[in-house]
Each structure stands twice: as structure tokens, then as C-alpha cells.
């Protein structure tokens, strides 16, 4: 994080309630840390509101169209997102990339971030066309940036497959969520929650294609690592045990499905009281 110029000038009507800026700058990354310790516990409603308060604090602090603030909407149109409230969060991620866009410059990696996550919000409410484009800039941005092994170019490729996949284009599809997970499996580990999700991707990719054989054993590997790694009443292991089941039902496998379906209500209805 830069430091704030020492030549900042605020003019201050009460006195008495004043904050020197340092304190607000403070303030603001121990909201944004509370941010993602909220998400990561799968907490949405709660992080959002935290992310509110940081982001009228970046805005203060920082100026409107400042780095911070850019990164303070992006969190809230995430947490936006993850609740399904996308009108909020279209906004946010526009306004964000606008202003990362002129403070970095069109190819920096942080654009890259920005595109990825105002595709997947296009693709959140299928709109397929309007995503494509952003997942193959931001694509081509992480590439040149970080090189082609990075895990943010694993996470654009992902991205792209899963447009492809929704749109029936299966062929298309499976060499990206391929070379998506050879990536996270060599830079981020075996364990790693990306390679979780890159390999319920490539599983539901197998389904659709009939080829149940192979999928099963990648949801059963992201599975194992979504209970090590989050914990087994994660809304994220949730998510694999429907993806599962539905796998299970296909598969002639109806009580093991509806084993999995109790077990997901079960931890979808606790994380929606807490």
C-alpha cells in the first residue's frame, strides 16, 4: 500500500471530530481484513456490511477515484454477487475498472482482475455475450503479464471453459479446464482450494458429456479438499455435495444422492440462520 502524501490538505468543520488520515487508512485495511475473514466463513450478508462501512471509509479517506476505492467496490460487488444481487454489483465492478483502468493503465494485471470478475458476473446471469469478450481480454492480459504457468491465468481459463461449457460448447471447453488445473496442481499445490474448484469444473464437464466414469473421482478429490480446507459446513462443500448428487441421480445412485441432498440442506439452512 502507498502512503498518503504528507501534503494532503483537509479542512476540518469540527474540530473535535476529527481523524488524522493515517488512523483512516488504518481503519480502512482492518475493514477490508474483516471483509474476507466474513467470506472466508462463508458469512456474505455480514461481510457486505462490513464492505459498505469500508468503502464509504476508502471514499473519505482516499478520494473517489483513488486504487483503494476501486478495490473497496470490487469487494462489494463480490459479496453482492455471491448473494445473487446483481443489479447492486454491476455498478460497483464498472466503476471499479474505470478507475483502475486510469490510475494503471489498460493492461496492467489489476484490469485483468477487474474484467475477470465482471464477466463472471455476465455469466452469473447468463449473459454470455456480454462476458466472452471480458474473459478473453483479461485472459490475455494475465498471459502477457504474469506468464502463461500463473495461477490468474488458471483462473481466466477457468473462467472461459465455464462459458463455453453453458453454452453447450464442450469441445471448447474441456482443454481450458485442463490446462487450468495443470496449473494450480504445479503452482499452488495438489491441496489447494483452486484446485478444488478446478476439478468440480472438469467433473461437471465429464457429466455433462456422459462420461461418468471420470467424473466421479474429481468430485470425490475437490470434495476432500473443500472439507480439509474450509471445514464440512462450508456453503462451498455444499455446493460439490449437489453437484454430486445430481451426478449420483444420473448415475442410478438414489440413495447415495439423496444422502448428499440432506447433508447440503443441512449446512445451507446453518449458514443462512448464522
Same mark, same amino acid.
Given at each position: 500500500?502507498?502512503?498518503? +502524501?504528507?501534503?494532503?490538505?483537509?479542512?476540518?468543520?469540527?474540530? %473535535? =471530530?476529527?481523524?488524522?488520515? =493515517?488512523?483512516?487508512? !488504518?481503519?480502512?485495511?482492518?475493514?477490508?481484513?474483516? &471483509?474476507? @475473514?466474513?467470506?472466508?466463513?462463508?458469512? $456474505? +450478508?455480514?461481510? !457486505?456490511?462490513?464492505?459498505?462501512?469500508?468503502?464509504?471509509?476508502?471514499?473519505?479517506? =482516499?478520494?473517489?477515484?483513488?486504487?483503494? &476505492?476501486?478495490? +473497496?467496490?470490487?469487494?462489494?460487488?463480490?459479496?453482492?454477487?455471491?448473494?445473487?444481487?446483481?443489479?447492486?454489483?454491476?455498478?460497483?465492478?464498472?466503476?471499479?475498472?474505470?478507475?483502475?483502468?486510469?490510475?494503471?493503465?489498460?493492461?496492467?494485471?489489476?484490469?485483468?482482475?477487474?474484467?475477470?470478475?465482471?464477466?463472471?458476473?455476465?455469466?452469473?446471469?447468463?449473459?454470455?455475450?456480454?462476458?466472452?469478450?471480458?474473459?478473453?481480454?483479461?485472459?490475455?492480459?494475465?498471459?502477457? @503479464?504474469?506468464?502463461?504457468?500463473?495461477?490468474? &491465468?488458471?483462473?481466466?481459463?477457468?473462467?472461459?471453459?465455464?462459458?463455453?461449457?453453458?453454452?453447450?460448447?464442450?469441445?471448447?471447453?474441456?482443454?481450458?479446464?485442463?490446462?487450468?488445473?495443470?496449473?494450480?496442481?504445479? +503452482?499452488?499445490?495438489?491441496?489447494?482450494?483452486?484446485?478444488?474448484?478446478?476439478?468440480?469444473?472438469?467433473?461437471?464437464?465429464?457429466? !455433462?458429456?456422459?462420461?461418468?466414469?471420470?467424473?466421479?473421482?474429481? $468430485?470425490?478429490?475437490?470434495?476432500?479438499?473443500?472439507?480439509? @480446507?474450509?471445514?464440512?459446513?462450508?456453503?462451498?462443500?455444499?455446493?460439490?455435495?449437489?453437484?454430486?448428487?445430481?451426478? $449420483?441421480?444420473? %448415475?442410478?445412485?438414489?440413495?447415495?444422492?439423496?444422502?448428499?441432498?440432506?447433508?447440503?440442506?443441512?449446512?445451507?439452512?446453518?449458514?443462512?440462520?448464522?
Amino acid at each position: 500500500m502507498k502512503a498518503l +502524501s504528507k501534503t494532503l490538505l483537509v479542512i476540518l468543520l469540527i474540530a %473535535t =471530530f476529527s481523524v488524522p488520515v =493515517f488512523t483512516q487508512e !488504518a481503519r480502512w485495511k482492518e475493514l477490508n481484513e474483516h &471483509v474476507v @475473514s466474513l467470506y472466508q466463513q462463508g458469512r $456474505y +450478508s455480514e461481510a !457486505a456490511q462490513v464492505a459498505e462501512r469500508a468503502l464509504k471509509v476508502a471514499e473519505n479517506t =482516499f478520494g473517489p477515484d483513488h486504487q483503494q &476505492v476501486g478495490t +473497496s467496490l470490487n469487494n462489494l460487488a463480490a459479496l453482492y454477487r455471491a448473494q445473487g444481487k446483481y443489479t447492486e454489483a454491476e455498478p460497483l465492478y464498472k466503476r471499479a475498472l474505470a478507475i483502475w483502468e486510469k490510475v494503471l493503465g489498460p493492461d496492467h494485471q489489476q484490469v485483468g482482475t477487474s474484467l475477470n470478475n465482471l464477466a463472471l458476473l455476465y455469466d452469473s446471469q447468463g449473459k454470455y455475450a456480454e462476458a466472452e469478450p471480458l474473459c478473453k481480454r483479461a485472459l490475455a492480459i494475465r498471459e502477457k @503479464s504474469l506468464g502463461p504457468e500463473h495461477p490468474d &491465468v488458471a483462473q481466466s481459463l477457468n473462467n472461459l471453459a465455464a462459458l463455453y461449457q453453458a453454452q453447450g460448447n464442450y469441445a471448447e471447453a474441456e482443454p481450458l479446464y485442463k490446462r487450468a488445473l495443470a496449473i494450480r496442481e504445479k +503452482s499452488l499445490g495438489p491441496e489447494h482450494l483452486d484446485v478444488a474448484q478446478s476439478l468440480n469444473n472438469l467433473a461437471a464437464l465429464c457429466q !455433462a458429456q456422459g462420461n461418468y466414469a471420470e467424473a466421479e473421482p474429481l $468430485y470425490k478429490r475437490a470434495l476432500a479438499i473443500r472439507e480439509k @480446507s474450509l471445514g464440512p459446513e462450508h456453503p462451498d462443500v455444499a455446493t460439490i455435495l449437489r453437484n454430486m448428487a445430481e451426478y $449420483y441421480k444420473k %448415475t442410478g445412485k438414489k440413495k447415495e444422492a439423496k444422502r448428499l441432498e440432506i447433508r447440503a440442506k443441512i449446512i445451507e439452512t446453518k449458514n443462512l440462520l448464522r
